[in-house]
């Protein structure tokens, strides 16, 4: 039996503490590295001198906030004195998102930050700060859970119309738009509004006996605006589908006017202006509310690991699933390399998962209707040369699957340079485009003399193709920005030049922005802007993100 921490990493009812200002997660839940994890790391990457300490938060120095008291005077009037915040604490917690990028440069003295911190409660006011800011030159960077991995959330002016810079910057906070709105218990369809977090909304569901059931690793933190605007894909993406496909209808509040997207199952009136908002990462308007396609809470949860000789067994086995239709709620595939930091990770290096490459699978639903789904998937893994490992190696990934941010952080603090990155291919070019993205990152670093190790798993499937998710540890001993900010367009070549996608599930942001042009072309790219000059005439809404000025630019440090 797992305690019960582990069945609240299962389904949740009730929201963590406060995210740290420069790090992942409750502080209270920050681990250093297991003994096994620090023998290895030099063995991998050599002796890499641990950094110095970060920076306190009393000790950042932040420009004074460029919003005037005429601009604060008018937000104030419009959401409240006290939801409009200029003080450094605010500020410096809207900062950015939680990448690698984002974390090494809350690690310095001097951080760029938002000039305020704004917090709504309802369209009416979205709408009124949206016009206000219209009119005043002032960019708006909508702010759900700051999860962002992608420069999403980067506090950016960029210039208006005629190429004057905007003179100020303003985080949207979101929280304030929580709960639970209706639920159409017989239609299986629930509306929650869009700063609701993703534990709450799994809480307030679960009192009425349903689920979303949507679990990405930010689980503890982002929002349900979040998922919609990033197009998420959680870990049980195989069972429930990605978030895009559980959304059946959207609020959107534009600097235009308002949207309520969404009036049938089915829909045969135009092109579907959902889809069109869904992975708009607040450039076009603010996702207020969302209407999804929820499911009763699961009777019973089966859970089964799994090993096979190396990535191209286990690869094909999980292609044979999706195609087969088995039904597994999580399935995952993790690599060799991957499959050894984890086990080093709960010290079992040496014994029963040890070689080759491990699978996880999660079942759910009826109990008789999920042991057949569960006996069928077990029947065509073994028939693929899959080796049954007990339940387990799955319960534990299960009890720890929300925090492996953790595990960064702390390699950070040792010196450690560790990014994640993600893409997805078919099938068929599946093993190349990993071939080829790990040889990138690793030529990459090696052009600075640094050694590196990549890891990689396959945690969402389709019966077409599947995502790879890589995770890159490197011993860099200079400056790991600008390292990085060399390496990773590289990457991104590769990935484009692989027939891979620039973002599976991690967005677009800035970081990802001038790679777009790429995967949708150039034609596309205009239709995209065109919808953002019709909905944000004056492009106030986080500018900067999804659509970048120039193809060849790398996000600024």
């Known amino acids: 039996m797992l305690d019960d921490d582990a069945a609240h990493s299962v ?142 959330l980067d506090p950016e002016g960029g210039t208006g119309r005629g190429g004057s810079h905007r003179r100020a910057v303003v985080s949207l906070k979101l929280h304030r738009l929580s709960g639970l709105v209706s639920l159409d218990v017989l239609s299986g369809e629930a509306t929650l509004r869009a700063g609701t977090t993703a534990p709450e909304a799994e809480a307030l569901l679960a009192a009425h006996g349903f689920e979303l059931g949507h679990y990405p690793q930010s689980f503890r933190y982002a929002t349900i605006g979040g998922f919609a605007a990033t197009r998420s894909s959680g870990q049980n993406s195989s069972g429930y589908g990605r978030f895009d496909a559980m959304v059946t209808g959207l609020r959107v509040v534009t600097p235009s006017g308002e949207l309520d997207l969404g009036r049938a199952p089915g829909s045969a009136a135009g092109p579907d202006l959902v889809q069109l908002f869904l992975g708009s990462e607040g450039a076009f308007g603010v996702i207020t509310e969302v209407r999804l396609r929820v499911h009763p809470v699961p009777e019973v949860r089966l859970h089964d690991a799994w090993t096979f000789r190396d990535f191209t067994a286990g690869a094909n086995a999980l292609r044979q699933v999706a195609q087969l239709g088995t039904g597994p709620t999580v399935i995952r595939l993790s690599d060799e390399a991957e499959t050894g930091v984890s086990l080093a990770q709960v010290g079992r290096i040496g014994k029963a998962l040890t070689k080759g490459c491990s699978v996880i699978t999660v079942f759910e639903g009826e109990a008789a209707i999920t042991a057949d789904r569960r006996a069928r998937t077990a029947a065509v893994l073994t028939a693929a040369g899959g080796t049954h490992a007990g339940e387990r190696p799955a319960e534990e990934w299960v009890h720890g699957r929300f925090n492996a941010p953790y595990l960064r952080d702390s390699l950070l603090d040792h010196g450690v340079f560790c990014e994640t990155l993600e893409t997805a291919t078919t099938w068929s070019n599946l093993e190349r485009l990993k071939r080829e993205v790990t040889e990138a990152i690793t030529l990459g670093f090696s052009a600075h003399r640094a050694k590196s190790l990549v890891l990689s798993h396959v945690s969402h499937v389709y019966p077409t193709g599947a995502a790879l998710y890589f995770t890159v540890l490197a011993g860099v001993k200079g400056d790991a920005l600008e390292v990085w900010d060399e390496v990773k367009p590289r990457v991104n070549d590769a990935i484009m030049a692989g027939g891979g996608t620039i973002s599976h599930h991690h967005a677009v942001g800035r970081d990802h922005a001038p790679w777009l042009e790429r995967e949708i072309g150039g034609l596309g790219l205009r239709v995209l802007s065109a919808v953002k000059a019709e909905l944000d005439p004056a492009g106030i809404l986080n500018p900067g993100a999804l659509l970048a000025a120039g193809a060849a630019e790398t996000r600024s440090r």
């Open 11 to 152: 389904n949740p009812s009730a929201a963590p503490g406060p995210m740290r200002w420069n790090g992942w997660g409750d502080p209270a839940k920050a681990k250093d590295l297991p003994g096994a994890v620090r023998a290895l790391l030099p063995v991998k990457l050599g002796r890499i001198p641990r950094p110095a300490p970060a920076v306190s938060i009393d000790e950042v120095e932040l420009a004074d906030s460029a919003l005037s008291e005429a601009d604060r005077l008018a937000l104030a009037a419009i959401v409240g004195e006290e939801h409009v915040r200029t003080d450094r604490e605010a500020r410096i917690r809207h900062a950015g998102g939680k990448s690698t990028l984002d974390l090494l440069r809350r690690r310095a003295v001097r951080q760029h930050a938002p000039d305020a911190v704004v917090d709504p409660a309802d369209d009416a006011e979205i709408a009124a700060v949206l016009r206000l800011a219209g009119e005043r030159g002032i960019a708006v960077v909508p702010f759900g859970g700051g999860t962002s991995v992608v420069g999403g």
